[in-house]
């Protein structure tokens, strides 16, 4: 019944391994399985063989597999996780699978809070973002928050990095139209905006030590430049990528009509590499860290989201 879930490595007779190699970790379990559903070895509402099974076949302890699961689950792959009964493939795995990073690039609104609540499966969350402001970051969040308070994920230590423009440089964007009238007020708008967000995202995090229990970090330092893209780091596995779009418009700042050039970033297009999915988007996951620490070490500055 489970045998195209079997694992080459174990012989179908003994169960016993025929070679020994390292733990797997719940990522690299999580992608044979999906290996599975893509090329459909598992069926669409097919029974799951069970974590102990499935523990044993990879040769893991059964909260690695656990945490593979609820992955694939927050993908939307699988249904009834739970550890009382199998899992079963989802109904319509094609759907999720087209989400993936071969999928075409979407809007920020509808790409990054899915991909946020996916990191949020794992056991220790890492998430680094470069970005103007991080409202799209604050609104992606609330997704995996909602889920932890629901009792569906609960991670046990959560590593936030922020890098954000400096107050004390002149912008790239936003800036007035019209030159230096009015660029105290479209810089003071920014600012504003700049530390809101990062305090309500600072919050509602640290707020899950007390609710929760989870082990928490959340760091902020600011650039001397401005981004003219954001990126999202996703646990060490995926980078979502997006350019900033300038556009001319007008908004009332200060009781005053104001016509500038800015970023929406929430509708920035966001564009998907994940770790093994090809040596381009290794290579491009692997070098998008390497800057963003490059950064964060370097000519980055301690950040005070104050007034």
Request: glycine share 6%; charged share 30%; no cysteine.
């Given at each position: 019944m489970y045998g195209a879930a079997v694992d080459?490595?174990?012989?179908s007779a003994t169960g016993r391994k025929r070679s020994q190699r390292p733990q797997r970790t719940h990522h690299?379990?999580?992608?044979?399985?999906?290996?599975?559903i893509r090329s459909g070895a598992l069926t669409p509402g097919a029974r799951m063989p069970t974590?102990?099974?499935?523990?044993?076949?990879?040769?893991?302890?059964?909260?690695?597999?656990?945490?593979?699961?609820?992955?694939?689950?927050s993908e939307q792959l699988l249904t009834h996780v739970s550890k009382g009964s199998p899992a079963r493939v989802a109904p319509d795995p094609a759907r999720a699978l087209t989400g993936g990073p071969e999928a075409p690039p979407l809007p920020t609104t509808v790409t990054l809070a899915p991909r946020i609540a996916r990191a949020f499966a794992a056991e220790h969350v890492e998430i680094d973002a470069v970005c103007l402001t991080s409202v799209s970051l604050?609104?992606?969040i609330g997704e995996p928050l909602r889920e932890i308070h629901a009792g569906r994920l609960k991670p046990a230590r959560v590593d936030v990095r922020v890098l954000l423009p400096s107050r004390d440089i002149d912008l790239a964007f936003p800036v007035p139209v019209a030159g230096p009238r009015g660029d105290d007020l479209v810089h003071e708008r920014w600012l504003t905006m700049r530390n809101a967000q990062g305090q309500v995202l600072r919050h509602n995090l640290l707020?899950?030590?007390s609710t929760h229990g989870i082990d928490v970090r959340v760091t902020f330092r600011a650039?001397?430049?401005?981004?003219?893209v954001k990126l999202y780091l996703?646990?060490?596995?995926?980078a979502l990528f997006a350019y900033y779009t300038l556009t001319r418009r007008e908004a009332e700042i200060g009781r005053e009509q104001l016509e500038m050039y800015d970023a929406q970033g929430t509708r920035s297009m966001l564009f998907s590499f994940r770790q093994g999915a090809g040596p381009r988007d290794t290579t491009f996951v692997e070098q998008s860290h390497l800057w963003f620490d490059a950064l964060w070490e370097t000519i980055s500055s301690e950040l005070a989201l104050g007034g």
């Open positions: 080459p490595e174990h012989d690299e379990v999580a992608d044979a399985l999906r290996a599975r974590q102990a099974r499935l523990a044993e076949e990879f040769g893991v302890e059964r909260g690695v597999v656990r945490q593979a699961l609820r992955v694939l689950q604050t609104l992606a707020a899950l030590r650039l001397p430049f401005t981004p003219p996703l646990n060490g596995r995926e």
